[in-house]
């Protein structure tokens, strides 16, 4: 059976009301993105990682990833490309600090021009880096599927990773965030099924399409356009033993783009208590009736 978690700044800025919320759920687990309003791991330093590795270990949870935006940059800007591979080097250091090898990383920004098949070998080219960084380490790369980035459905991610053919390289699969490609694929069980052998985390929200990308939206767990329950059974049937952590995205007043593509600190995590409460009983509530 998988392990639940949380992203913190999905219920707060306060590390301890996150905890508090994990323990309320039964939870195994945090997801670290953003955390006493520094906007990303790369502005955490080694010491607050440390801190929060032992408030984690205190009440009986892991941290199950850095949360990074590794990659979450310009392809044509060399050095934004510098700076995230000097971040990627401190993202192994909080990784050891959090007791995790799982580092979430993405396929830069989308351009309005180009598709995935027009900058992939680009895209592989500036993996040749960060590949060489953790060379050494245990520390496993995630690549998140991302629709405001190169690589977004789940046919994408397939390709790509075939392609890479390296042993610290996985998936952090988002069904959610293939509603938000141009590329009409189905998450469940389509985007599933092309990704299955090569995740290792699962980051789960609910969202609707819109008619062009830009216009789809998060919406309640359970209550948007992915088959979670289908998901979460089939899950279970594959005894997928990673994490599944719910990363809300969803507000009762709906977050602007610009911070559900850079997502992090008080502005984000403003009334996302409220949300991730009814979403987590949502996703319960879906796991109870599929058996899990």
């Known amino acids: 059976m998988f392990k639940l978690a ?27 993105r953003s955390v006493w309003n520094k906007k990303g791991p790369q502005v955490i330093t080694l010491d607050e990682a440390k801190r929060a590795r032992k408030m984690c270990d205190d009440a009986g949870l892991q941290i199950c990833e850095v949360a990074s935006p590794f990659y979450k940059c310009d392809i044509d800007k060399p ?30 920004w989308r351009k309005e021009q180009g598709k995935y098949e027009d900058y992939r070998q680009r895209i592989l080219d500036n993996y ?114 990673g994490w599944v952590s719910l990363e809300t995205h969803w507000r009762l007043t709906e977050l602007s783009e610009e911070l559900l593509n850079r997502p992090g600190g008080a502005e984000f995590t403003k009334d996302a208590k409220t949300a991730s409460r009814i979403c987590m009983q949502n996703l319960r509530q879906m796991l109870k009736e599929v058996g899990g």
């Open 128 to 241: 040749a880096k960060p590949l060489e960084i953790v060379q050494g380490t245990d520390v496993i790369l995630c690549l998140e599927n991302e629709g405001a980035t190169m690589i977004g459905t789940g046919r994408q991610t397939r390709d790509f990773l075939n392609r890479l053919n390296h042993p610290q390289m996985r998936v952090a699969w988002d069904p959610c965030n293939v509603l938000f490609c141009e590329e009409q694929e189905n998450p469940f069980p389509d985007g599933y099924r092309l990704v299955q052998d090569k995740m290792i985390h699962v980051h789960l929200k609910d969202g609707v399409r819109g008619s062009k990308p830009s216009e789809a939206k998060c919406v309640e767990v359970g209550k948007g356009e992915v088959d979670y329950r289908g998901h979460l059974k089939q899950l279970i049937a594959d005894k997928y033993d």
């Open 79 to 108: 050095e934004d490309i510098h700076k995230h591979h000097d971040w990627l080097k401190h993202f192994i250091d909080v990784a050891d600090a959090f007791g995790t090898r799982l580092i979430r990383v993405f396929a830069f």
């Open 6 to 32: 949380v992203f913190s700044d999905e219920v707060s800025q306060d590390l301890a009301e996150a905890i508090a919320f994990a323990r309320e759920f039964k939870l195994q687990g945090l997801s670290i």
